[in-house]
């Protein structure tokens, strides 16, 4: 915005086209990576809570503000359902940033339940903006086709997803290139033909990356931490290339005009529809009350709603530059408020407990064909589980071994006579079948 026209840089960019461009290739890049690191084990719980809340959820806050715009702000309710859809996509990515830069995580099932919730809720809100702009444009169809437009999409979606993890599974295994740094260019090269091939058969794109990255991290593969390491940077590097660039397309002065909307719609999304939404659809779920709130309170807003709002702006819409500044003022509003007490709400509603510190070790392992281990970091939590135990006494499976402790940021090779402490973060090199028993022993639960 201050590189922008408005600002000391005197920029003047208004090409919606490339800013779309660089929305879309770093959307589908932030997907592929959120997949690719996603914890199956610790995700499959929350399975159910995870994707009523990615579908639902989208369908529940659009009908809110939709209703809240056309009341007050005397939108069409074809407008209104257009706004909503757009803001209806949820950033964990950046609360956790948050909660990381204050050293807290949060407890129980909340990290996968909200890591789950934002990587597969971009492509419901992707099908309801497009949905909506065709209406406004007078070609949407009846309720049949919408229905059977949602099924083809998503089932594309995820059948393009699954079939190019295998593929990309299949050539990072056999292919034996002289460089190890083009493994993870080829993997990158691959979800963006992913993308691009399930758009062009009508399907949805960011569902087939996510699920590309949910089913490679699941999997054993070669050059796999080189591949993550590589996407995680490629992700971080997206998202600055798009905040920027659709920074420049933000003139400040055509804010102030919609601050009074705009600060309206961002209190209807952040206190009645957010809520509404999670308290509607997690009824019957077995969260408490506290975590049911930690979990409204959350929906930050990221950079996915500023990206669908240069879709009504592509199309020609009437309005669609005064819902560009909405939105924008919406996403901003967002993090400001949500984004600042993220930290102290946790403290508050006792859901925070202390960050596992993430470090880099001496040892690492990269399993290649053939080889179903992997080594796994696990944290002993202070005041329960297995602290005062030897790991003798653990009985642990027959693959898996114990081979590096960090405790108080000191490294030590390990006996069976090794009593754990509360804070030591044990590197276990473990079968994948083995993964849940040992998770289970690990935790205290066994």
């Not at 490629?234 to 003139?251: E, N």
């Not at 984004?339 to 960050?355: Q, Y």
């Amino acid at each position: 915005m201050l590189a922008g026209v408005d600002g000391p840089g005197g920029f003047d960019f208004d090409n919606a086209v490339i800013a779309q461009a660089v929305g879309v290739m770093a959307l589908v890049c932030i997907l592929f990576a959120g997949g690719l690191d996603t914890d199956w084990l610790s995700t499959r719980p929350v399975l159910g809570e995870g994707f009523s809340l990615a579908t639902g959820g989208v369908v529940l806050t659009a009908a809110v503000m939709a209703a809240g715009s056309v009341w007050v702000l005397n939108f069409s309710w074809k407008e209104g359902f257009l706004l909503g859809a757009i803001v209806s996509s949820t950033d964990a990515a950046g609360v956790f940033a948050i909660l990381r830069s204050q050293r807290t995580s949060l407890k129980n099932r909340l990290r996968p339940l909200l890591e789950l919730e934002s990587g597969s809720n971009d492509p419901m809100a992707v099908f309801l903006t497009v949905l909506m702009i065709s209406l406004l444009e007078g070609k949407g169809g009846g309720w049949t086709e919408w229905v059977l437009s949602f099924a083809r999409q998503m089932s594309l979606g995820v059948v393009c997803g699954i079939g190019f993890a295998r593929g990309a599974l299949f050539l990072l295994n056999r292919l034996k290139l002289e460089f190890e740094g083009l493994y993870p260019v080829l993997t990158l090269a691959l979800v963006l033909l992913g993308y691009g091939f399930c758009s062009f058969l009508g399907g949805n794109g960011f569902l087939a990356a996510y699920v590309m990255g949910l089913t490679m991290g699941r999997t054993p593969f070669s050059h796999r931490r080189t591949i993550q390491r590589f996407q995680d940077g490629v992700a971080w590097l997206m998202q600055i290339a798009m905040f920027l660039a659709l920074g420049l397309l933000v003139y400040p002065t055509q804010l102030v005009p919609v601050a009074g909307k705009g600060l309206f719609l961002a209190g209807l999304l952040i206190f009645v529809a957010r809520p509404f939404s999670v308290f509607i659809l997690l009824s019957f779920s077995r969260l408490g009350i506290r975590e049911r709130l930690m979990v409204a309170w959350v929906g930050l807003r990221g950079a996915a709603p500023i990206v669908l709002a240069l879709f009504p702006l592509l199309a020609g819409l009437p309005n669609a530059q005064t819902l560009f500044h909405l939105v924008f003022f919406i996403v901003l509003a967002s993090v400001l408020l949500q984004g600042t007490s993220i930290p102290w709400m946790a403290r508050k509603l006792k859901v925070d407990e202390p960050l596992a510190p993430k470090r880099r070790y001496p040892l690492e392992f990269d399993p290649m064909d053939g080889t179903d281990a992997d080594l796994v970091d696990y944290f002993v939590p202070y005041g329960e589980g297995v602290a005062g135990r030897t790991l003798v006494g653990l009985k642990m499976p027959k693959d898996s071994l114990v081979v590096l402790i960090n405790r108080n940021e000191r490294f030590f090779i390990p006996t069976g006579d090794t009593v754990l402490e509360e804070g030591d973060v044990l590197q276990v090199l473990v079968n994948a079948n083995n993964l849940p028993a040992v998770r289970k022993i690990l935790t205290g639960q066994a």
